[in-house]
């Protein structure tokens, strides 16, 4: 449509071009919780295979969770996403193996199942008994 140059097309790209690393996600396989172990289970979540479900369950996770952009993915692969990014200090990056997905994927997935807790639990922690938990009781 010849609107801009090629000088002008290549400085344009190169400013607003992605800072996300371009890593090989495609590469891995999606999600499957039915593919770990328990042992494995343990070690990536800090939970047991049969207490995920249970978990997601007992938090009220919807069962389908749709994130601002439109990606979509269910209750048991967004709740590990949360509890592998909870449970060791790790990068997006180093998720990408687990689920499958582009770094900003893992990142909004994570970010909504988080929010989802956050506002359906998180009274629980901010209306707890003050006097029992001030500061000279629990000191």
Not at 16 to 32: A, E, G, I, K, V
Not at 76 to 83: H, Q, S
Not at 102 to 131: A, C, D
Request: with cysteine; proline share 6%; glycine share 4%.
């Amino acid at each position: 449509m010849k609107l801009i140059t090629d000088d002008d097309f290549l400085l344009l790209y190169s400013n607003y071009s992605s800072q996300n690393l371009d890593l090989p996600n495609h590469s891995h396989d999606p999600f499957n919780l039915d593919e770990f172990g328990d042992d494995e289970c343990l070690a990536e979540f800090r939970f047991r295979k049969a207490h995920i479900p249970v978990l997601a369950e007992a938090l009220q996770i919807p069962p389908v969770i749709v994130c601002n952009q439109g990606s979509v993915c269910d209750v048991l692969e967004g709740l590990c996403m949360l509890l592998k990014r909870m449970c060791y200090p790790c990068r997006y990056s180093d998720m990408i193996h687990l689920f499958g997905k582009p770094i900003p994927v893992i990142s909004m997935k994570t970010n909504q199942v988080l929010e989802y807790v956050f506002e359906t639990h998180g009274h629980r922690i901010q209306q707890w008994n003050h006097t029992l938990l001030s500061p000279a009781n629990l000191q």
